[in-house]
Every structure is written in C-alpha cells, then in structure tokens.
C-alpha cells in the first residue's frame, strides 16, 4: 500500500483554514467585554474561539501560502490579532464612557467613596458606575451584540482577506477620534443629575449663609444623596437610550472598519 505524501503548500492551506480564524477569533474574545470578566474562565474563552474557528473554517477564503515562521508570516499574524483586539477594544471605549459618567454622578451626590470591585476590570469603581455597567451589559447581550460582532469578524475575511495588508493608518485615526466619546459621552449621560446637584448645593450655600447655625454637613449631605438617587431612579430610561446609542455608534464604527 503506497503512502500518501502531502506538500507544503496543502498543510499550510490547511493549516491557515483553521489557525487564521482561530487568531481573529481568540483576540476579539481577549478584548471584548463581558467576556474578559473574571468571572468567565480563560478556558472558556479558548473552548469558545475553537468552536466557532472550526465553524468558520469553511467559509473563509483560500489563504495565502504563507510560511509561519518567516517575517511575513509574523506581520500577518500581528495583523490578524490586532484585527480582533480592535474590535473589542472598540466596545471596551462604550464601557469606559458610561464608568466615566457614572464617577462624575458620585462625586456630585457625594457618593465617591462608596465603590466595588469591577467584574470587567477589577478595580475599584463607584457604586453609580456599577448601575451603568450592568444596564450596558444587560443591553449588549439582550440585543445579541456578541453574535453581530462575531458576524461582522467572520465577514470581514471577505472584506480584508488574511494577509500582510489590513486595517491601516486611516482606520487608527477614525478610532482616535470616536476615543474622545469616552469623555464627551460619559459628560452628556451625567449632565441631567450634575445640573440639579448644582442648584442645590447653591441653594444649600444661599441657606448656610443666611442662617451660619444650619449644618451644612448634617443637611446637605442626606439632601444631595437622596436628591441623586431619586434622579437615578426617574433618568433610567434616559440611560437605557445612551447606552443603547453608544452601542450602535460602536457597531457602525466596527462595521466601517471591517466591511468597507
């Protein structure tokens, strides 16, 4: 019986079929929230990126002989981890920005000091941050957020075929500038509670001045604490539509990266 040789060139397609994927795949899931949270086990992660490689395999195109161990073959694996890297970190910016408005709403009800652990990042984050974290959380998984994404990666094997050349210098700028949403959106989402906060501390002032012997500590503090948390509360369905919005926003700015 005679054996059967194989070349190189049909190891690496096979090879390239399954490993390309799996660098796309794996690195969308390194980065992508929900996913890096401690509470998800690395191994689930990596169960998770082979299952969908291997379903994916199929579809994507014939890749190029590429040789792994060669100056080629490290720029294009670079490019296909960066690929999947970017794409999550884009979603990481939409949670950043509702932390971000969520501090500013501590700091105004005097709630700074009462903070959690952050399951996506573990670190120490305030209370009110946490809200915004799950309400962002509850939305991206409720509309299938995860699935797009993964929809829109496996797409872009079309779009941006697996090679050296791939998201460049423009894709880098259009990302530095959608980055300054963390500081523009996280203002907006807290702006409503910051400017009722504001009227009254200085109605708290205008009181302490016209009578010295009211406690402003005693006083103001439960007043502004109380005051927030009921706007909290009122201005949920005014989260909900930020959230929400951010998330589009981040999955047009995905889609323009991957399939344009």
Do not use: C
Not at 55 to 70: E, G, H, Q, Y
Not at 158 to 165: A, L, S
Not at 213 to 226: A, E, H, K, M, N
């Amino acid at each position: 019986m005679s054996a059967v040789h194989y070349s190189e060139a049909q190891m690496l397609e096979w090879v390239g079929r399954f490993m390309w994927p799996l660098l796309r795949v794996g690195s969308l899931f390194i980065s992508l929230p929900v996913f890096t949270s401690h509470g998800v086990p690395a191994r689930a992660r990596l169960i998770l990126a082979v299952v969908i490689s291997l379903a994916l395999a199929p579809a994507v195109p014939t890749p190029p002989a590429i040789a792994l161990f060669s100056l080629e073959g490290f720029a294009t694996v670079a490019q296909q981890l960066f690929i999947g890297v970017l794409t999550g970190y884009i979603l990481q910016l939409v949670y950043a920005t509702t932390v971000y408005g969520g501090n500013i709403v501590s700091l105004s009800m005097g709630l700074g000091f009462a903070s959690l652990i952050d399951p996506q990042t573990g670190v120490q984050v305030p209370v009110v941050a946490q809200i915004y974290l799950i309400l962002t959380t509850l939305i991206f998984l409720g509309t299938d957020g995860h699935l797009l994404l993964i929809e829109m990666l496996a797409d872009s094997f079309q779009t941006i075929p697996v090679g050296v050349d791939g998201i460049g210098l423009p894709a880098l700028k259009a990302l530095l500038a959608w980055s300054s949403l963390v500081f523009s959106g996280g203002i907006l989402m807290a702006l409503p509670i910051m400017s009722v906060l504001l009227f009254i501390t200085i109605g708290m002032g205008v009181a302490t001045r016209a009578a010295p012997q009211l406690s402003i500590f005693s006083v103001g503090f439960p007043l502004t604490i109380g005051a927030g948390l009921f706007l909290l509360w009122s201005l949920i369905p005014e989260a909900v539509q930020n959230a929400a919005r951010l998330l589009r926003e981040a999955y047009g700015l995905v889609r323009s990266f991957l399939l344009v």
